[in-house]
């Protein structure tokens, strides 16, 4: 077989495996959005993304890894998004932000903070949220780095979900207002006094 050749049946295949693994993303998105997480089984997923079985299994082991997947996604766009406005100096801007984008995507949102899953995204916020650089510069000396991460993302995932379960109509500023006066503003405030 010639080069060309197989550089395209590898590029066909990465391409069958892109198109495939977003089926199985929007599926999973789909599916929450219209029932609780534990009751999806991994053939309604497959059924719902128009894909194999066997194929599920080429991509996640499970349907907790496809949910970590669709999660990860989610939440990462709210870091990138967030975390630049994120300036002591006006810490609301970043808070109006996150209410507005949570807002936007309010379906998926409500089904990964207020269904069995909710656990399992505040870990994986977590460990997100440590992962970006936008905390350099606002380590406290009283207030331990990964306690105050803990603290912020709990209270910040705690004041979402009581958003999404509360009438639609409620404010995405109104929420803003409060993420930012109970949770962002005392605790950066806090690391830079430290």
Known sequence: MDEGAETSGL??????????????????????????????????????????????????????????????????????????????????????ALADYVASRRAVWTALLTGGASGHLREQFTRLADGTSHTDGLTSSWLPHDLGLIFGVSATVEILAWWLRQRPDYPAAKVAELLDRLVVSPTVGAANRG
């Open 11 to 96: 590029k066909a295949r990465d391409a069958r495996q892109v198109k495939s693994d977003g089926a199985l993303r929007a599926a999973m998105l789909a599916l929450i959005t219209r029932q609780s997480y534990e009751k999806i089984t991994v053939r309604e997923i497959v059924a719902e993304a128009g894909i194999g079985y066997a194929t599920f299994f080429r991509h996640y082991p499970s349907k907790d890894a496809l949910l970590d997947a669709v999660a990860g996604e989610e939440i990462a766009a709210l870091l990138q998004m967030t975390a630049p406005l994120l300036n002591p100096e006006d810490t609301l801007t970043s808070c109006i």
